[in-house]
């Protein structure tokens, strides 16, 4: 490998990302060291803040893991991994007494005992939450304090990665540019352990509820370095952010659904019960489906609370208040008006059960991953959890590699708010990034078909060889794009987030399994397209 004057050395694990996945494996680590690597400071810019429902945990009387390993099992769609859901399920209590003992304010009731929602397809009540929609946020403000206690975390904020380092086949660490500065040679961090725990790729998408920042880099650059992903095609669309044209879309939580809230559209006619026996409560590809139709045939759609919260939304579901006022929406008298947006990835990079990609060196966590957890179709608020969970498995597994010892400094890395969100502007801003968006809202979204997609491709490949300038972050974006499309394309069925109109049926013949595919076969497909 080439030696870089401008190296550094994690003393420890190295973290990439730091939403839950990444900060819950840090804490697990201690009191080895760790290096935390985030583009904006703790708490800014990672998807799990914005997580509104909670975490699905069968701790309540009655309910079991098994069940909530089935209820898993059936929203997706048929390939799920058995074992994988059943150990995840069984971890969950332990996990949620962790994120309870590092302050996460879990609402209770009177006896100290959890307060549990209920969201789609769930069948018990089992969502663990926190203030009716600020679990991610209060989850995250809990673990963030608890970072900044435990001196084995360095964080160094202000800094993005761009491509992994190998040698001889193994992940060394990450090749990274302070925010905002595109012109100075990158730093080369070294570490024995590399995590990427750095989020799915929602902001590919011209309608999502994820932060701007959460483009597919993770995946991609994992890819551009030769990992297996799998299950790319799986791309979940919610389908209640709220229409404000805002980007990115503000979410309008299941948990209102889950209270009995009703979908309607703009002749008042309630089309949910005609779909599906579960109505609002269907799993959320169908419901995103539906809203989909009815806004394609000239529809509007909105959630309407008013009968089942009035008032009682204010102080219930007081994220969802807050965004709906802000848009001049009042939702204890009005309807809030909705559309299905990308919000959740259910592929990503290849792991195991210890959370190991097919590259020697590299862990990977949270929305990066594709642990088989999800399936076609990821059940509510399984995402906390698995995060969390894979966090845990990953910490024990590394945890040998390194001794205790002390951090040395990081000099010279700051985060400067100006430069950073200069820097995150001009990136959403470029004609090139919003080309990649409207070709994967327009083709490679709720709904696809052979054509479309084999345009999406080609457009993509455009896109690279006409870019003015074509950076690693860009190259990551265009590498999850093409995956997307390419296994999109791939698979002839349709199931779960994936739905083919030229292909309408599932097609357990042939299609029950998850699907694999490197970024030379990716790539292969798209020249062929």
């Known amino acids: 490998m080439t030696t870089f004057d401008n190296t550094l050395n994690a003393d420890g694990a190295l973290i990439v990302g ?46 079991s893991s098994h069940a909530h390993a089935v209820d898993t099992e059936m929203a997706g769609a048929g390939i799920v991994d058995h074992g994988t859901a059943e150990s995840v399920t069984s971890e969950a209590a332990a996990r949620i007494e962790d994120l309870a003992r590092w302050g996460t304010p879990f609402d ?8 549990l929602g209920r969201e789609a397809a769930h069948s018990a009540n089992r969502i663990v939450k926190v203030e009716g929609d600020r679990a991610g946020w ?40 302070r925010l905002g500065d595109r012109y100075s040679e990158p730093i080369f961090i070294r570490a024995r352990a590399t995590v990427l725990a750095a989020g799915g790729l929602g902001g590919l998408y011209a309608v999502t509820t994820n932060p701007p920042g959460v483009r597919g880099h993770a995946m991609g650059m994992a890819a551009r370095s030769g ?35 009703i979908l309607v559209n703009d002749l008042g006619e309630r089309f949910m019960p005609a779909i599906h026996p579960d109505a609002e409560l269907a799993p959320r590809d169908v419901v995103a489906r539906a809203n989909f139709r009815q806004i394609q045939s000239g529809r509007k759609v909105f959630l309407d609370t008013r009968q089942v919260l009035g008032e009682a939304i204010l102080t219930r579901f007081p994220t969802v208040s807050r965004y709906c006022l802000d848009a001049g929406i009042d939702p204890v008298t009005g309807m809030i008006p909705v559309t299905p947006a990308a919000h959740f990835h259910m592929g990503g990079v290849k792991v195991d059960e210890r959370g190991r990609s097919s590259l020697p060196g590299l862990w990977v966590c949270g929305e990066a991953s594709c642990t088989g957890l999800h399936g076609a179709n990821r059940l509510a608020s399984n995402s906390l959890l698995e995060a969390t969970v894979y966090g845990a498995r990953i910490a024990e597994d590394i945890g040998g590699l390194e001794p205790a010892r002390e951090l040395t400094p990081f000099k010279g890395i700051e985060w400067n708010e100006a430069e950073g969100e200069k820097a995150e502007d001009v990136l959403r801003g470029t004609v090139a990034v919003q080309d990649l968006r409207r070709i994967m809202t327009d083709l490679v979204g709720v709904e696809r078909n052979a054509d479309g997609l084999r345009q999406a491709l080609r457009g993509i490949a455009h896109l690279e060889a006409t870019a003015e300038q074509v950076t690693s972050a860009y190259l990551n974006m265009t590498t999850s794009a093409t995956l997307v499309a390419a296994v999109a394309l791939k698979r002839t069925e349709s199931r779960g987030g994936h739905f083919r109109t030229d292909y309408p049926q599932t097609d357990d013949r042939n299609w029950e399994h998850h699907t694999t595919m490197t970024l030379e076969e990716a790539l292969a497909i798209r020249a062929g397209a």
Request: charged share 20%; aromatic share 6%; net charge neutral.
């Open 18 to 63: 730091a939403g839950l996945a990444g900060l819950f494996t840090a804490l697990k680590l201690a009191p080895r060291p760790v290096t935390v690597l985030s583009p904006k400071p703790l708490g800014f810019g990672a998807s799990s803040a914005w997580a509104q429902g909670g975490v699905a945990a069968a701790v309540g009387e009655g309910d």
């Open 108 to 115: 209770r009731d009177d006896f100290g005992q959890y307060e």
């Open 138 to 177: 209060a989850i995250m403000q809990a673990i963030i304090a608890q970072v900044r206690r435990t001196p084995s975390i360095r964080v160094v904020e202000g800094i993005t990665a761009l491509s992994l380092a190998r040698d001889n086949g193994r992940i060394v660490g990450v090749f990274c540019r």
């Open 227 to 261: 990992a297996l992903i799998a299950d790319a095609e799986f791309v979940q669309f919610h389908p209640t952010a709220i229409a404000t044209g805002a980007d990115p879309a503000p979410l309008a939580t299941e948990a209102l659904r889950g209270e009995g809230a």
